[in-house]
């Protein structure tokens, strides 16, 4: 089998940014929009660690330590919302939210 | 710097009553504006004295003023520079002195109107006091300008004072409107004056052109030349643009003493002597100069003979007299026109300051026909009234009597002898007309109106006159005024008795060198180039006594027979006049309507421009094209706005796919470069 | 680097994201996002980040997923209903989802052909003596150089702290 090469990891790690675009387009439920979100932030990680492995630096692994917490607030609040939302509506599809329309 | 002061301190009092002059009480606007005004006087009168003592510099003796540099751009230079040389000197005297009387008489003739108006009177008066004088002392064109706008605006002003009126309303628009013609050829005369000579300064321009011929074809000098007398008629009421001064008879009559007898019309004849060596240059304006001027003078005079209103009478008297003096013009007497203006601003102002006084004693009561027999009641205007009218006349040893024959001496003189002929007819109607005036209001019994025709020319300004109420004569402001101005009528004739009779003829004398271009380009002495010698004005030399005399005895004899005529019709056999009337009535209709020439120009400048204006400037330019233009902007945008709005679908998914859209296509972007 | 451990790891990695997206019940999409996390929790490890992989671990899967397990089960989150009709038109339909599933095709694609281009970059392997990062080094970095970003981090977690709870607040009645 190849070696993994740089180009390997940035390879996969743009394919797993795709998969989450696509599922926040495709999606019809809040949660899994969510969710998809976390996979792209993933992604971004894989690519933060993947370079600092080849650079010999461990700056991007202190990205990394900040992305993630910046993702774990951004999900606190993300499904604080939703959960308001959820009391409004009864819903967690988000094409039931389109009040601020023409 | 004194000479500052002439023009300020009238606009001070302006300033003064135009604010707070609502507040003030009557005494006190009145005091200010007299004072604003007497003070200048004196200011003016040390002035002239000081100039009749500087020494002459290049032939030219002046007294001069910087205040600031106006305009500066390019080559044109223009400072605010006011001037004073004989001709101004003469001016300054006649506006300050002859303004202050009429603005003393005025705060009695005005005294039933409240304060606020009282003090709008006198700050319109002061204004017109101080523009008329940047008019005369001004340097350069563009500054007399400001002071040939300026009258004309107060004329609106004044004319219109009682603006409640509609007839005062209109007379101050058609004033400022037919003005305005005017000032458009001064306007490009002034123009074309820069682009010939590069420069605006009187005593510049003087001097350049005196380096040039005389020019005896019509060529530029001749297009300026016109263009500026253009403007004269306007100012002036000469043919053909003498319409607005009749109507102007609706303003109070100190107004028309100030403005329409002694200052404000004189302002075209100033502005010809003040350009005597420009005009001397183009003799085809000279001489039709001298036409307009005959010819409106004879028209006038033809007019004023059947009028009923005293002050649309003296109205045509004074278009006359101005005809006279760009009579004088024409035929290169400049001295004898200023002259003329001179003796003029003493008894016009008097005579219309003394109608004033018998519009006054009658309660607003101005037709001719209603009046009579006032000679008992109102001794003091009588008397100066009739000084007046006998200096108008033109009767010897009166001031009239100098300056008219010198006139008509000059006129004969420079071979002119139709337009000398012309002038003596005229001579004979103002005498006839002006005695007609003083038998129907002085003399006689009171009347009623009479029966006549239909012939309706009633301007009353106010209530109805009370038939045999007690008449109280002048109160002493208006008294004095008018004591003062026939004692001018009177003798301020004899500066200028000619060499024939005896005199020195000091006023012709003092006055040439303003008609004379400078002998240096400037007079501080900056350059030396010797102007060569200009032609006189023609026939200013001695002339032989005997003719002169002849001359004199015919326009005398002119003067005699119209005031035996009028005698005769009126003393004696008033009927006369209601039959020649009834007999000749085709032409008495043509005079009493004034020839028609309003209606002429209603229907052919008037209603032609109103119809082009409403329809095709109104309703297509600014109705359609500006206003649709502007209405259209907004169209649009809404529309736009109506096709773009339907973006907002409220789905975020979609907002959040547009952005990534934009993502894709600018990675798309780098990726394909 | 072991290749072998690599290539599985990427493969479930892969494949559980895939599903995460296409699951209907948001249960299993949680559960699968855990199991893909753990694969990257691995693939990590491999690069020579400990650290980082713990973290991921701790912090990611046992916070973050968690806290989506209650939302999930506190909502009673339905089944998202199935759409009818061909998955491959429905793939490609109008309308913004559909349009939006091209775009991230496409990106993808762009993303491809960009990696295509660049050399090939070996990556250091342990055993030819590249370090691997530990928790003494990441801390002296952090600390040193990135002092600001930690404090203002923290107080960027207080305010969704705060934030999270005013939102989800029930209305005062």
Redesign the interface.
């Known amino acids: ?12 790690s ?16 809040l ?2 929009i ?3 979100i ?2 792209m932030l ?1 992604a971004v ?2 690519t933060f ?2 370079v ?3 650079r ?1 630096t ?2 991007g ?2 990205i ?3 992305v ?10 993300g ?6 939302l ?2 409004h509506r009864e819903s ?1 599809n988000p094409d039931a939210f389109t009040s601020l329309k023409w | 710097m004194s000479l500052l002061l002439i023009p300020l301190l009238p606009f001070l009092g302006f300033l003064v009553n135009a604010t707070i002059g609502s507040r003030l009480s009557k005494s006190t606007s009145a005091t200010v504006a007299v004072a604003a005004i007497g003070l200048s006087f004196g200011v003016a009168s040390s002035v002239v004295w000081s100039l009749v003592h500087v020494a002459p510099v290049a032939g030219v003796r002046a007294l001069d003023a910087v205040v600031f540099t106006w305009i500066q751009s390019g080559g044109l230079t223009i400072p605010v520079e006011f001037r004073v040389d004989p001709l101004s000197s003469v001016m300054i005297l006649i506006i300050t002195g002859i303004g202050s009387l009429i603005h003393l008489y005025s705060t009695a003739y005005m005294h039933e109107e409240t304060d606020s108006e009282y003090a709008r009177y006198f700050s319109y008066l002061n204004l017109f006091a101080a523009f008329m004088l940047v008019l005369v002392l001004g340097a350069s064109f563009p500054l007399m300008f400001v002071g040939w706008e300026g009258v004309g605006l107060c004329s609106y002003l004044l004319v219109g004072f009682w603006f409640t009126k509609q007839t005062a309303i209109e007379a101050g628009k058609k004033a400022f409107v037919v003005n305005r013609v005017g000032d458009f050829g001064f306007i490009l005369g002034m123009a074309a004056i820069f682009a010939t000579f590069h420069t605006l300064d009187f005593q510049q321009v003087a001097f350049r052109v005196a380096q040039l011929p005389v020019e005896t074809t019509a060529g530029v000098l001749t297009g300026i030349t016109l263009l500026l007398f253009l403007g004269a008629t306007g100012k002036s009421a000469q043919l053909p643009l003498y319409v607005w001064l009749p109507d102007a008879m609706e303003g109070p009559t100190p107004v028309s003493a100030l403005i329409h007898a002694a200052t404000m019309v004189t302002a075209g004849v100033y502005l010809i002597g003040r350009n005597a060596v420009l005009f001397g240059h183009a003799p085809l304006t000279l001489n039709v100069v001298a036409v307009v001027g005959c010819l409106t003078a004879l028209m006038a005079g033809t007019i004023g003979l059947v009028q009923n209103d005293i002050k649309r009478v003296l109205a045509y008297s004074t278009v006359s007299q101005l005809g006279y003096m760009f009579l004088a013009m024409g035929v290169g007497a400049f001295a004898g026109g200023i002259f003329h203006l001179y003796t003029h601003a003493f008894f016009k102002a008097l005579l219309f300051l003394g109608s004033g006084a018998v519009i006054h004693a009658l309660n607003g009561e101005q037709d001719l026909r209603r009046m009579g027999g006032l000679k008992k009641d109102l001794p003091i205007t009588y008397w100066t009234f009739l000084m007046g009218t006998l200096a108008i006349c033109g009767v010897p040893l009166f001031s009239g009597f100098f300056s008219k024959d010198e006139i008509l001496g000059k006129a004969f003189a420079s071979g002119h002898t139709v337009l000398w002929a012309i002038a003596v007819l005229t001579a004979f109607l103002t005498a006839t007309y002006m005695f007609r005036l003083l038998y129907l209001a002085f003399f006689g019994e009171r009347r009623a109106a009479p029966v006549t025709a239909g012939q309706a020319d009633d301007h009353g300004h106010g209530h109805v006159a009370a038939h045999g109420a007690h008449l109280r004569d002048a109160p002493p402001a208006m008294a004095i005024a008018l004591v003062v101005l026939a004692i001018g009528s009177v003798f301020a004739g004899y500066v200028g008795v000619p060499e024939s009779l005896g005199g020195g003829n000091r006023f012709e004398h003092y006055l040439a060198p303003s008609f004379q271009a400078p002998t240096m380009a400037t007079i501080e002495g900056a350059l030396t180039v010797a102007a060569p010698t200009i032609e006189p004005a023609p026939a200013e030399g001695q002339e032989s006594p005997t003719p002169e005399m002849a001359l004199m005895g015919v326009s005398v004899v002119a003067a005699l027979s119209g005031i035996g005529l009028a005698s005769f019709i009126y003393l004696k056999r008033p009927s006369v006049a209601d039959a020649l009337a009834e007999r000749l009535s085709g032409p008495y209709r043509l005079l009493v309507g004034k020839y028609f020439v309003d209606e002429i120009y209603d229907a052919v400048f008037v209603q032609p421009i109103k119809r082009v204006s409403t329809l095709f400037l109104w309703r297509g330019v600014d109705a359609g094209l500006i206003d649709g233009t502007v209405n259209s902007v907004g169209f649009a945008v809404r529309g736009l706005s109506a096709v773009l709005r339907r973006l907002q679908t409220g ?1 975020v ?2 907002y ?2 547009s952005l ?2 934009g ?2 296509a600018i ?2 972007y780098f ?1 394909w470069r | ?1 072991d ?2 451990s ?2 599985i790891l ?1 493969t479930i ?2 494949l559980a ?2 599903l ?2 296409g ?1 209907r019940n ?1 249960m299993h ?2 559960f699968l ?1 855990i199991l ?2 753990a694969a ?1 929790a691995g ?2 490890i491999l ?3 400990p ?2 992989a713990m ?2 671990v701790i ?2 899967v046992g ?2 997923m968690v ?2 397990l209650f ?2 089960m ?2 009673n ?2 089944t ?1 209903e199935a759409t009818s009709g061909d998955r491959i038109r429905r793939m490609f339909g109008a309308g ?6 091209v ?6 694609v ?6 295509i281009r ?1 050399a ?6 342990a055993d030819r003596g ?2 691997v ?1 530990t928790v003494y ?2 801390g002296l ?2 600390f040193h150089d ?1 002092g600001f ?1 930690f404090e203002a ?1 923290s107080v ?2 207080l ?3 705060v ?6 607040r ?1 209305e005062a009645r």
């Open positions: 089998m190849p070696e993994p090469t740089l180009n390997s990891f940035l390879l996969l743009a394919v797993l940014f795709a998969i989450g675009t696509a599922g926040v387009f495709l999606r019809r439920n949660i899994t969510l969710l998809s976390e996979v993933n990680n894989l660690v993947a600092d492995r080849f010999g461990v700056d692994q202190i990394v330590f900040f993630i917490t910046v993702a774990a607030a951004e999900a606190a609040v499904l604080a919302i939703l959960i308001a959820f009391r967690l | 789905s998914r979609a959040a796919m990534f859209a993502v894709v990675v798309g990726l | 680097m290749a072998i690599f290539w990427a990695l892969v994201s895939v995460v997206v699951q948001p999409s949680v996002l893909s996390f990257l693939l990590y690069l020579g980040a650290f980082a973290i991921q912090v990611y916070a973050i806290l989506f939302v999930v506190l909502l989150a339905p998202e913004p989802r559909h349009f939006g599933a775009l991230s095709a496409v990106f993808a762009e993303l491809a052909l960009a990696l660049l090939s970059m070996p990556m250091p392997s590249a370090p990062a080094d990441i970095r952090l990135y970003a981090t960027l977690i305010v969704a702290m934030g999270a709870i005013v939102l989800a029930r």
